[in-house]
């Protein structure tokens, strides 16, 4: 049984459509006083938690988010760890999955659950999401069973489910079920019950104490594959100056053109030490350079697979493993193995 007087989840506000007010001059959404979310949800009184808000100043529209904003999250969640036994990011959509994959690199050792959240509508709207999502994401985020947090990981709960963080993708700009985990199960369902998946949680074996990093590199590229992709704007990105590192987002399974004049550019990029990492533009599924010729074409060049990563935990994890120093064949050697769940190793 949940003791809820010594309960406490601290909720994070950062801005986002939850918190949005429509401009009477204009029609369009901007962030508003945090205190007005509480006022708009008292239902969150009657959980009878220890509630606590912070809210960042000014709130952001979160297509304004930087790797700047994720060291000072991860950071406030770090000073607040041991007083809270979890914590709710109240986040804009457009790129919630961008920061619980960089948040779920950052907490190395987290042992409770934070929960990001927001909406389509905003709470103070009669239809909205916002309310439903707010209270279910309090709820898992105080979640305990034997005294141990149910979900010790960076999740995003929207819609009804509850994902792991750095699995996502936002798919839809205009539904409620906004957000999609093709690699992953769900970890979480709430219905009339909130109903987990356990096998899919992750728990510490042992027992870790929390280290925030901070620091996050984002000298990165990216270079999406299109057909009638230029040499100059290849050529352009890849000598960009102090580039380290770039997301090539290819075809199906890992594969690109295989004309010469794209394998010389990137071949002498990854030879310059600049790390090509592999994720392909499908939703789901995996890359696999061993499959096709114009896959194979690219790992002989020294192009490193991304297995199943989303773009968004690619660019995560590039900023966070060069944020640590590493460059090159150590850099290239990190991004192969999981460093919170974000890849599929069989
Ligand atoms: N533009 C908003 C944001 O990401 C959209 C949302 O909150 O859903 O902050």
Redesign the pocket.
């Known amino acids: 049984m949940m003791d809820k007087i010594n309960t406490s989840v601290l909720i994070i506000y950062t801005?986002?459509?939850?918190g949005?007010k429509q401009n009477p001059q204009t029609g369009a959404?901007s962030p508003f006083n945090f205190q007005q979310i509480e006022d708009e949800v008292p239902e969150l009184s009657k959980f009878g938690f220890n509630l606590h808000t912070i809210s960042f100043e000014p709130p952001?529209?979160?297509?304004d988010i930087t790797p700047d904003f994720w060291s000072k999250l991860a950071l406030l969640i770090g000073e607040n760890y041991d007083r809270y036994d979890g914590f709710v990011v109240l986040?804009?959509?457009?790129?919630?999955s961008f920061t619980a994959s960089a948040l779920s690199f950052m907490l190395e050792g987290l042992g409770k659950p934070v929960v990001l959240t927001?909406?389509?509508l905003p709470i103070g709207m009669l239809r909205t999401d916002g309310k439903e999502n707010l209270i279910s994401a309090v709820e898992i985020a105080a979640a305990q069973k034997n005294g141990q947090p149910m979900v010790p990981e960076v999740t995003i709960f929207f819609e009804n489910r509850l994902y792991r963080g750095n699995r996502t993708t936002k798919h839809n700009a205009e539904h409620f079920n906004?957000f999609r985990s093709d690699n992953y199960p769900y970890l979480a369902e709430a219905g009339i019950t909130i109903k987990y998946n356990f096998p899919f949680i992750h728990y510490a074996t042992d027992s870790q104490e929390l280290r925030v990093h901070t620091e996050l590199n984002p000298n990165i590229g990216v270079i999406k594959l299109f057909p009638g992709i230029q040499p100059e704007l290849v050529r352009s990105i890849i000598n960009t100056k102090g580039l380290q590192a770039v997301v090539l987002e290819t075809y199906g399974s890992g594969n690109s053109l295989s004309q010469p004049w794209f394998l010389e550019l990137v071949g002498q990029a990854t030879r310059n030490g600049i790390v090509m990492l592999n994720v392909t533009q499908c939703k789901a599924g995996s890359v696999d350079m061993d499959k096709y010729e114009n896959g194979l074409v690219l790992k002989n060049i020294g192009v490193v697979s991304g297995f199943d990563i989303t773009f968004e935990a690619a660019v995560a994890k590039l900023m966070f493993l060069m944020g640590k120093g590493l460059r090159g064949d150590n850099l290239a050697c990190e991004l192969t193995k999981s460093i919170s769940g974000e890849i599929t190793l069989h």
């Open positions: 801005g986002g459509t939850i949005m959404l952001i529209d979160s297509s986040h804009g959509t457009d790129t919630m927001g909406s389509q906004a």
